[in-house]
Every structure is written in C-alpha cells, then in structure tokens.
C-alpha cells in the first residue's frame, strides 16, 4: 500500500492514467479500478475526494493545465497577427474536438467553479500571447480573448445546437476553421494593426 500522505497523488496520477487509455471515456472508470491502479484503498479515495465525479474533475483540471504548459502554437512570421491568433485558436478547437470528454470536463468545473488560474483563464492568456507586441490595451486584449475563448468553449459544448443554428459541423476541421475565421472577422481590432 501507499504511505497515507502519498495517497492523495499516487490517486491522482492513476486516475490520469486510467482517463488517457480510456482515451477519455472516463465512463468505463470505477473507484474500485482507481484504488487498484494507485494501490490504495477506496476509503482513502473517499476520503481526499469525497465522489468519482470530484476526483475526475480534479484530474482532469490537471491534464489540461499540462497540455496548456506544453502548448507551442506555430506562430508562423510571414502572417499577421491576427492571423498568427487565428492558428492558435484553430490549435485550441482541434484539442476540444480532439479530446471531448476531457475537455467537456474542464470547461464545466471552470464554468462551476471559476478561478483566476483555471483552465478557462489560462486559454485566454495564451491566447493574448499571441498579441503581445501588438500596441493595445491590456484589458482590452484580455477582454477580447477572453470573449474568445467564451464562444469556442460554447459551440464545442453545444456542438449539435450550433450546427443547427450557424451551419458549422464542430467536429468537422474544414468547417471548424471556417467558423473559427469567421468569428475572428467579426471581432473589432481597434488599436491593432492587423498589417504587423
């Protein structure tokens, strides 16, 4: 068995593990398969996360945050930077569409319980990052990405709606991208150059 005070991330990181070769159909996860892969007890599981839902969530929030840190966009020199947001916002919808159940999951526990650092704000960040030698205003920036960030999280979540509403099949990439340049079109740019 694993130490008491190394239960909690022994769990986790087998809940991880369990998720990625369920290639996130975290329905066919059990606590029961959770305590055998972390070699624990399903009391101790119980005990630091109280439900599946909450330990799910948790480890979910956390292979997110990975792919986050890890997330080099091609930033291509020869576009804009407009044009040079749009690839990454593409890169983003292409891991939502990639990865739906884990991505659902996260995107739920930020709209639950939001945090200055969630995943949510940390897609807006890196989305500003494609932004920051241009000359405008920081709040402004973050408002736009965030405005962003806010529409692609809702068309993926309502993937079935938004076909039937806007015409855009979310799974499909051609159409995806379609709708992503869409919307980036739509978008006031004030105080950017789009040239730079």
């Avoid at 739906?100 to 960040?125: C, E, W, Y």
């Avoid at 076909?163 to 159409?175: A, H, I």
């Amino acid at each position: 068995m694993v130490p008491r005070n190394d239960a909690k991330k022994a769990i986790v990181d087998a809940t991880i593990e369990l998720i990625q070769e369920s290639g996130g159909n975290i329905e066919e996860l059990t606590v029961r398969t959770i305590a055998e892969r972390s070699n624990v007890g399903i009391g101790l599981i119980n005990y630091h996360f109280q439900t599946k839902e909450n330990l799910i969530e948790v480890s979910v929030q956390q292979i997110i945050g990975e792919v986050i840190s890890k997330f080099k966009p091609d930033m291509n020199g020869n576009l804009n930077r407009i044009e040079q947001l749009k690839n990454v916002v593409k890169s983003v919808a292409d891991f939502l569409a990639g990865n739906p159940s884990v991505a659902r999951i996260s995107i739920l526990g930020d709209f639950k319980t939001p945090k200055t650092f969630d995943n949510t704000m940390q897609t807006v960040k890196g989305f500003g990052l494609s932004l920051k030698d241009v000359n405008f205003p920081d709040k402004d920036k973050t408002l736009l990405m965030f405005m962003i960030t806010s529409v692609l999280q809702a068309v993926f979540l309502r993937r079935e709606l938004s076909e039937e509403l806007f015409g855009y099949q979310f799974d499909d990439k051609v159409q995806r991208d379609r709708f992503i340049d869409v919307i980036m079109n739509y978008m006031k740019w004030e105080g950017t150059d789009s040239n730079e």
